[in-house]
Every structure is written in structure tokens, then in C-alpha cells.
């Protein structure tokens, strides 16, 4: 996840020891997410997403899962709302897993997409909330 499809810490440019160690610091915690993300998907241990999300981004997390939601049941989250294998399948979806059982399951690069997607969307509210409350 840190190296070439994901972080690209590789690539860095920075020079100072310091910087690098920020960078590397922030990628590892994204890194740590994106795991618990894979290893929660089937919803097998009922976790709650707080242990890797705010409050505004399990806010935001539940106005984007209504984008997701099909038609029939087999389209839906079928996850407990606020754990984090329903923030899993929503992150999965933004990262462009289909959902359907013939596909298989996401893994970390459709979560390291799917999270890159939702930190923007994210980001995106805090300020909408910041100038219109």
C-alpha cells in the first residue's frame, strides 16, 4: 500500500529526514485503515467505525451510502449502519467494487481508492458546514 499502486512513498521528493518521516507517518495510518477496512468487509467481527472514523466522517460516510443503494436487497449494505464493515462496503463502492456476490471481494487498492474518493467528499462537507451552517 505504501509503494507503487498505492501511497507512492517511493516517489517522494522530499529531502529533509524530518518531512519524510511526517510523510511516512500519515501514509502508515492510512495504510493501518485501509487494513482494518479489508479485514472487516464480511462483517464477521461487529466493530464499530469509529475505531477509524470521526463522527463527521461516519456522517458523511451515511449520506454517500444512500448514492449505493439499489433497488433490491442484494444491492443494499448489508451491514449494521455505523459499523465498520458497513463503512467498509461504501468505501468499497467509491472505490469501484460492483457489489454483486460473482465479483470478488475488494481488497486494498479498491479500498486505498475508495478512501482517496471519500477523503475528498469529506473534506468537501467540513467546509460545506464551515460556510453554511
Known sequence: MMKTQGFKIED???QLAARLEKLVAIAAK???IVLQLVQARNGGDPQPASMAFS?????????LESRFKGKTKLQSNPHPEASLAWAAWIIAKLGGWNGYASSKPPGPITFFNGLKYFRACADGWALRDVYMP
Open 12 to 14: 517522494s521528493q522530499l
Open 30 to 32: 492510512a495504510a493501518a
Open 55 to 63: 463522527p463527521h466522517e461516519i456522517n458523511t460516510l451515511a449520506a
